[in-house]
Protein backbone atom coordinates (compact mmCIF):
# COMPACT_ATOMS: atom_id res chain seq x y z
CA UNK A 1 0.00 0.00 0.00
CA UNK A 2 0.93 3.52 -0.73
CA UNK A 3 0.00 6.62 1.01
CA UNK A 4 0.44 9.82 -0.23
CA UNK A 5 -0.05 13.07 1.74
CA UNK A 6 -1.89 15.13 -0.97
CA UNK A 7 -2.38 17.93 1.46
CA UNK A 8 -1.68 18.40 5.37
CA UNK A 9 -3.42 21.77 6.13
CA UNK A 10 -6.19 23.42 7.59
CA UNK A 11 -9.07 24.82 6.10
CA UNK A 12 -6.84 28.42 4.78
CA UNK A 13 -3.82 26.34 3.94
CA UNK A 14 -0.02 27.68 4.83
CA UNK A 15 0.78 30.02 4.59
CA UNK A 16 -2.33 32.18 5.53
CA UNK A 17 -3.19 34.97 3.33
CA UNK A 18 -1.75 38.42 4.62
CA UNK A 19 -0.15 36.52 8.11
CA UNK A 20 3.32 37.74 8.54
CA UNK A 21 3.78 34.45 11.04
CA UNK A 22 7.33 33.12 11.13
CA UNK A 23 5.63 29.85 9.77
CA UNK A 24 3.38 31.57 6.83
CA UNK A 25 6.68 33.10 6.23
CA UNK A 26 9.31 30.37 6.47
CA UNK A 27 11.41 29.13 3.39
CA UNK A 28 11.23 25.51 4.35
CA UNK A 29 8.49 23.81 2.08
CA UNK A 30 7.40 21.44 5.03
CA UNK A 31 5.58 24.87 6.40
CA UNK A 32 3.70 25.17 3.05
CA UNK A 33 0.16 23.38 3.22
CA UNK A 34 -2.48 22.93 0.87
CA UNK A 35 -5.80 21.92 2.29
CA UNK A 36 -5.80 18.27 3.60
CA UNK A 37 -6.20 14.89 1.56
CA UNK A 38 -4.93 11.74 1.15
CA UNK A 39 -4.49 9.38 -1.72
CA UNK A 40 -4.26 5.27 -1.08
CA UNK A 41 -2.69 3.16 -3.91
CA UNK A 42 -3.98 -0.51 -2.92
CA UNK A 43 -4.84 -3.47 -4.59
CA UNK A 44 -4.12 -1.73 -8.05
CA UNK A 45 -6.64 0.91 -7.37
CA UNK A 46 -6.34 4.70 -6.49
CA UNK A 47 -8.59 5.91 -3.89
CA UNK A 48 -8.90 10.04 -2.54
CA UNK A 49 -10.25 10.45 0.27
CA UNK A 50 -11.70 14.65 -0.31
CA UNK A 51 -11.45 16.76 -3.08
CA UNK A 52 -10.38 20.45 -1.63
CA UNK A 53 -10.03 23.69 -3.48
CA UNK A 54 -6.55 22.31 -4.14
CA UNK A 55 -7.01 19.06 -5.92
CA UNK A 56 -6.03 20.10 -9.58
CA UNK A 57 -2.49 21.39 -8.25
CA UNK A 58 -2.27 18.37 -5.87
CA UNK A 59 -2.92 15.87 -8.82
CA UNK A 60 -0.66 18.03 -11.36
CA UNK A 61 1.92 18.01 -8.37
CA UNK A 62 1.94 14.01 -7.97
CA UNK A 63 1.60 13.59 -11.78
CA UNK A 64 -1.45 11.36 -11.39
CA UNK A 65 -2.65 9.79 -14.23
CA UNK A 66 -5.49 8.16 -12.77
CA UNK A 67 -8.20 7.98 -9.55
CA UNK A 68 -10.60 5.18 -9.21
CA UNK A 69 -12.67 6.49 -6.55
CA UNK A 70 -13.31 9.43 -4.33
CA UNK A 71 -14.26 9.35 -0.95
CA UNK A 72 -15.33 12.24 1.19
CA UNK A 73 -15.29 12.73 5.16
CA UNK A 74 -18.04 15.41 5.00
CA UNK A 75 -19.06 18.65 3.04
CA UNK A 76 -17.30 21.21 4.22
CA UNK A 77 -15.81 23.36 1.87
CA UNK A 78 -12.19 22.65 1.87
CA UNK A 79 -12.89 18.95 1.40
CA UNK A 80 -15.04 19.30 -1.36
CA UNK A 81 -14.41 22.25 -2.88
CA UNK A 82 -12.47 20.42 -5.91
CA UNK A 83 -14.77 17.96 -7.04
CA UNK A 84 -15.37 19.54 -10.54
CA UNK A 85 -11.80 18.72 -11.49
CA UNK A 86 -12.59 14.64 -11.08
CA UNK A 87 -13.81 15.39 -15.29
CA UNK A 88 -10.28 15.54 -16.54
CA UNK A 89 -10.11 12.00 -15.55
CA UNK A 90 -13.86 11.45 -17.10
CA UNK A 91 -12.35 12.50 -20.06
CA UNK A 92 -9.15 10.57 -19.82
CA UNK A 93 -11.14 6.88 -18.82
CA UNK A 94 -14.23 7.29 -20.51
CA UNK A 95 -15.58 6.64 -17.56
CA UNK A 96 -18.09 8.15 -14.56
CA UNK A 97 -15.95 8.64 -11.18
CA UNK A 98 -17.32 6.62 -8.20
CA UNK A 99 -18.10 9.02 -5.44
CA UNK A 100 -18.27 7.67 -1.61
CA UNK A 101 -20.02 9.85 1.35
CA UNK A 102 -22.82 9.72 3.85
CA UNK A 103 -26.26 11.25 2.77
CA UNK A 104 -25.62 14.74 4.07
CA UNK A 105 -22.27 14.76 1.96
CA UNK A 106 -24.32 14.02 -1.15
CA UNK A 107 -26.94 16.58 -0.45
CA UNK A 108 -24.42 19.06 -0.15
CA UNK A 109 -22.74 18.04 -2.96
CA UNK A 110 -26.05 18.20 -5.55
CA UNK A 111 -26.11 21.92 -3.76
CA UNK A 112 -22.73 23.55 -4.62
CA UNK A 113 -22.35 21.49 -8.06
CA UNK A 114 -25.77 21.05 -9.07
CA UNK A 115 -24.85 20.86 -13.01
CA UNK A 116 -23.17 17.82 -12.45
CA UNK A 117 -26.30 15.98 -10.96
CA UNK A 118 -28.84 18.15 -13.54
CA UNK A 119 -31.43 16.03 -15.35
CA UNK A 120 -30.53 17.95 -18.81
CA UNK A 121 -26.49 18.43 -18.57
CA UNK A 122 -24.21 20.65 -20.10
CA UNK A 123 -21.74 19.21 -22.11
CA UNK A 124 -18.08 18.22 -20.10
CA UNK A 125 -19.43 18.61 -16.83
CA UNK A 126 -18.06 16.14 -14.22
CA UNK A 127 -19.81 12.33 -14.92
CA UNK A 128 -19.58 10.79 -11.60
CA UNK A 129 -21.26 8.11 -9.85
CA UNK A 130 -23.01 8.54 -6.08
CA UNK A 131 -22.46 5.98 -3.61
CA UNK A 132 -24.23 6.40 -0.26
CA UNK A 133 -22.06 5.13 2.88
CA UNK A 134 -23.66 4.29 6.35
CA UNK A 135 -21.37 3.79 9.59
CA UNK A 136 -20.07 -0.01 8.27
CA UNK A 137 -18.06 -1.66 6.04
CA UNK A 138 -17.87 -0.98 2.11
CA UNK A 139 -16.34 -2.12 -0.68
CA UNK A 140 -14.62 -0.32 -3.48
CA UNK A 141 -13.67 -3.02 -6.43
CA UNK A 142 -12.29 -5.58 -4.18
CA UNK A 143 -11.05 -3.51 -1.25
CA UNK A 144 -12.91 -3.37 2.09
CA UNK A 145 -13.46 -0.01 4.02
CA UNK A 146 -14.55 0.24 7.66
CA UNK A 147 -15.62 3.85 8.52
CA UNK A 148 -14.89 5.52 11.38
CA UNK A 149 -17.30 7.77 12.89
CA UNK A 150 -16.43 10.61 14.71
CA UNK A 151 -17.74 14.40 16.40
CA UNK A 152 -16.47 17.43 14.50
CA UNK A 153 -18.05 19.77 16.79
CA UNK A 154 -21.61 19.16 16.41
CA UNK A 155 -21.11 17.65 13.46
CA UNK A 156 -20.37 13.47 12.37
CA UNK A 157 -18.10 13.12 9.82
CA UNK A 158 -16.13 9.86 9.11
CA UNK A 159 -12.33 8.53 8.83
CA UNK A 160 -11.34 5.59 7.50
CA UNK A 161 -9.49 2.44 7.79
CA UNK A 162 -8.27 0.35 4.50
CA UNK A 163 -6.43 -2.74 6.08
CA UNK A 164 -3.44 -1.44 8.81
CA UNK A 165 -3.95 1.83 7.78
CA UNK A 166 -6.39 4.62 9.27
CA UNK A 167 -7.18 7.89 8.28
CA UNK A 168 -9.17 10.38 10.99
CA UNK A 169 -8.92 13.90 9.88
CA UNK A 170 -11.49 16.40 11.52
CA UNK A 171 -12.09 15.25 14.95
CA UNK A 172 -13.35 17.11 18.27
CA UNK A 173 -14.36 13.71 19.83
CA UNK A 174 -14.16 10.19 19.66
CA UNK A 175 -16.34 7.12 21.30
CA UNK A 176 -14.70 3.89 22.92
CA UNK A 177 -17.14 1.79 20.31
CA UNK A 178 -15.38 4.05 17.48
CA UNK A 179 -11.93 4.15 18.92
CA UNK A 180 -11.70 0.26 19.03
CA UNK A 181 -11.82 0.33 15.04
CA UNK A 182 -8.13 2.36 15.31
CA UNK A 183 -7.11 -0.35 17.49
CA UNK A 184 -3.88 -2.86 16.32
CA UNK A 185 -3.51 -0.48 12.79
CA UNK A 186 0.42 0.22 12.37
CA UNK A 187 0.03 3.10 10.86
CA UNK A 188 -2.57 5.97 11.54
CA UNK A 189 -2.71 9.52 10.07
CA UNK A 190 -4.97 11.86 12.83
CA UNK A 191 -6.14 15.33 13.04
CA UNK A 192 -3.85 17.69 15.31
CA UNK A 193 -4.89 21.26 14.22
CA UNK A 194 -2.86 23.07 16.93
CA UNK A 195 -1.48 23.10 20.30
CA UNK A 196 -4.33 25.58 21.89
CA UNK A 197 -7.30 23.73 22.55
CA UNK A 198 -9.97 24.00 19.51
CA UNK A 199 -13.81 23.19 19.39
CA UNK A 200 -13.89 21.06 16.63
CA UNK A 201 -10.75 19.40 16.13
CA UNK A 202 -8.11 17.67 18.53
CA UNK A 203 -5.25 19.85 18.97
CA UNK A 204 -1.95 18.48 19.72
CA UNK A 205 -2.03 17.10 23.29
CA UNK A 206 -5.27 15.07 22.25
CA UNK A 207 -3.74 13.88 19.45
CA UNK A 208 -0.77 12.36 21.12
CA UNK A 209 -3.10 11.05 24.02
CA UNK A 210 -5.23 9.26 21.86
CA UNK A 211 -2.30 8.38 19.71
CA UNK A 212 -0.45 7.15 23.32
CA UNK A 213 -3.65 4.63 24.07
CA UNK A 214 -3.62 3.18 20.69
CA UNK A 215 0.20 2.79 19.80
CA UNK A 216 0.62 2.26 16.36
CA UNK A 217 3.87 1.94 14.81
CA UNK A 218 3.72 4.92 12.98
CA UNK A 219 1.63 7.99 12.83
CA UNK A 220 1.26 11.26 11.23
CA UNK A 221 -0.42 14.16 12.58
CA UNK A 222 -2.26 16.86 9.62
CA UNK A 223 -4.94 19.31 9.16
CA UNK A 224 -2.11 21.20 10.64
CA UNK A 225 -2.61 25.10 10.96
CA UNK A 226 0.08 27.77 11.29
CA UNK A 227 -0.26 28.54 15.23
CA UNK A 228 0.99 24.84 15.09
CA UNK A 229 5.05 25.88 14.66
CA UNK A 230 7.29 25.24 12.76
CA UNK A 231 7.44 22.20 10.96
CA UNK A 232 10.96 21.15 12.00
CA UNK A 233 11.12 22.33 15.54
CA UNK A 234 7.41 20.58 16.67
CA UNK A 235 9.17 17.09 15.07
CA UNK A 236 11.95 17.98 17.85
CA UNK A 237 8.89 17.90 20.80
CA UNK A 238 7.35 14.38 19.37
CA UNK A 239 7.82 10.77 19.90
CA UNK A 240 10.01 8.63 17.39
CA UNK A 241 6.55 7.20 16.07
CA UNK A 242 5.09 10.04 15.51
CA UNK A 243 5.95 13.32 13.16
CA UNK A 244 3.74 16.00 11.61
CA UNK A 245 2.97 15.20 8.09
CA UNK A 246 4.21 17.74 4.96
CA UNK A 247 3.23 17.56 1.43
CA UNK A 248 3.68 15.36 -0.79
CA UNK A 249 4.77 13.02 1.68
CA UNK A 250 4.74 9.21 0.38
CA UNK A 251 4.95 6.19 2.88
CA UNK A 252 4.90 2.00 1.86
CA UNK A 253 2.95 -0.72 3.82
CA UNK A 254 2.96 -3.98 4.30
CA UNK A 255 -0.40 -5.34 3.50
Known amino acids: MKITLLGTGTSQGVPVIACACEVCVSTNLKDNRLRTSVMIEVDNINIVIDTGPDFRQQMLRENVQKVDAVIYTHHHKDHVAGMDDVRAFNHKWKKDMPLYCNKLTSEALKNEFPYVFSEF ?135
Not at 160 to 177: H, Q
Open 121 to 255: KYPGVPEVKMNIIKNKPFTIEKTSIMPIEVEHYMMHVFGFRIKNFVYLTDVSAISEEEKEKMKGADFIILDALRKKPHISHFNLEQALELLEELKPKQALLTHISHFMGLHDEVNKELPDYINLAYDGQVILLNE
